[in-house]
């Protein structure tokens, strides 16, 4: 059974200076959460225990002023987001990332790149960065997960692109952000908070 990597709710709030924000933060810095105790939990436990937070690396790609969009099919692994549009390529980090029990900055790094290499083919330098955190207590998804927003940047559009075989995504192209707040309600809440933090 899957092990997913989850830190205490609690233990966050030490490093957020109290309850979790709604919406996006730029800090606590992503080095300092990963130093936090934390756990590997089963998924489907994970999944109803709102007292730990799933931490879930999320990348958003961004070309000149447009970000790379898709939608969520039917044969996606969370099944609460089916059909949402987003612009973020993400994924839960478990066990096997960590390379000697614990979650080191390197570990991370490894299961974010291949989180990515699952959904994405991607050719030539991307430049990432970490920017911020999404919290969204107001669904039971949110309640979960924390999600740690990375911004991939690119220099043309061809060099991304969706993985054939891979999670059912469909691609909608490079969007700009006035389009995308255009059509927010199609769009999955982190998507649109992550966009917040994108276009800062």
Known sequence: MEQVF????????RVFSGPLPAGV???PPLETVLSLPHH??????????SAYKQIIPYQVFRCGERFFAFRRGGGVGEQRLSGC???GIG???NHADAGHGSMEKDDYEQG???????????QGTIHSR?????????????RVHLGAVHLCRVQNEGQVRLRPGGEDLQGLGWLRAGDIRARED????????ALELATR
């Open 130 to 142: 970490f920017i911020g955190w999404i919290n969204d207590d107001s669904d039971s998804v949110g």
């Open 85 to 87: 549009c987003s612009l």
């Open 6 to 13: 989850c830190i205490a709710r609690t233990d966050l709030e």
């Open 25 to 27: 933060a730029a800090e």
């Open 40 to 49: 590997f939990l089963a998924r489907d436990v994970a999944e109803q225990n």
């Open 186 to 193: 199609q769009f999955e809440p982190w998507s649109r908070l």
């Open 91 to 93: 994924g839960h980090l």
């Open 112 to 122: 974010l790149l291949r989180e990515r290499d699952e959904e994405l083919i991607c």
